[in-house]
């Protein structure tokens, strides 16, 4: 039997006992903590990067990706907001109208010796028209190259479901209300735009003058007969918008000094109004013009003699434009020491050619 002091001693000593254990424990917990740091540095969220370096990593993302990226916080989608400069926009009414749309942005020449840049990122991977057609008849006559055209990262297709149920002033309020909506918001941003559309009005062109930072433009005016035909009372007030809609753009353009390349078809444009639409660009290299009928001869004239950025355009492509190609428009493109591609689509009767 142990003495009382032997024990007082032992039931003394286990507290110490358990307290230099605990020491232990903690000082070994804290090495695996301490070495653990260094690991979870080298490993850190994208979120944590600086905004300036978020925003060149989210440029090269889809749009569509672009999009559910901004639906995850209020701080992400201010960062989507600033990472979107290249938008290909077409709001339809049907999908017939939307195939048709993408179909037409096809049609113009591929050029081999020189790359445009209205051609789609994913031209070189999409089918051409001969292996569709033969595609089509392989598989059957349900084949429709709408799939095929859906690759461009930065196309969007926005369909007006049950249009058939509005009138057609509703419909082109929506259009107008939406695409200056899109515009106004990622105004400061957008560096390649293109942009199809049943016609253009004025607040569009406001919205369009104001993008400071496009470099590259392309409007197309629908033609296609299978969207809604236009009523009669509004086809000339329509016309006659779309006119004063091609002087705001030409009159307010903030991005004409730096514009680069720019693509037109269909539509109410003039001469003059082009003209002056270029009059302040200096470093536009590629120049395209289809279906636009109130161009006339006197263009040729104002690129060769007045236009101070001639040197430095690479190619010109004018197609279906009503006008006539003489012996004016082949000096002047002859003068043109830089122009490398001039492709037009006109049926050529000797010297003089109609678009």
Known sequence: MPAPTSLRRSRNTQPALLLRSDLYFVSFFSCIVISTKPLLKMSPSLMDCPPELLINVLNFLPVQALLRFGQTSQYNRHLAQSSLHTL??????????????????????????????FEPSYQSSAPTRKSWSSRRSSVGSDYFPEDDLEKDPYGVSVLISDAEVYDYSTLINFNAALTKSILTRHGGTLRNLDLSMCTLTTPIAGALARLSALRVLSIRIEDSPHMRTIPRSRMSSQRAEQRRAWDILSDMATWGPRLEALRIEGGEVSTSQLSQLLARSRWCRELWLSKCNFIGEELWEWLGSEWQGSASLRILGVMRCGGQIGDLALDVIGGLSNLQVSTFGCDTAAWGATC
Request: proline fraction near 3%.
């Open 88 to 117: 290909s926009l077409g709001i339809h009414q049907n999908r017939m109208s939307a195939a048709i749309c993408k179909l037409a942005a096809t049609q113009y020449p591929e050029l081999k010796h020189i790359k445009s840049v």
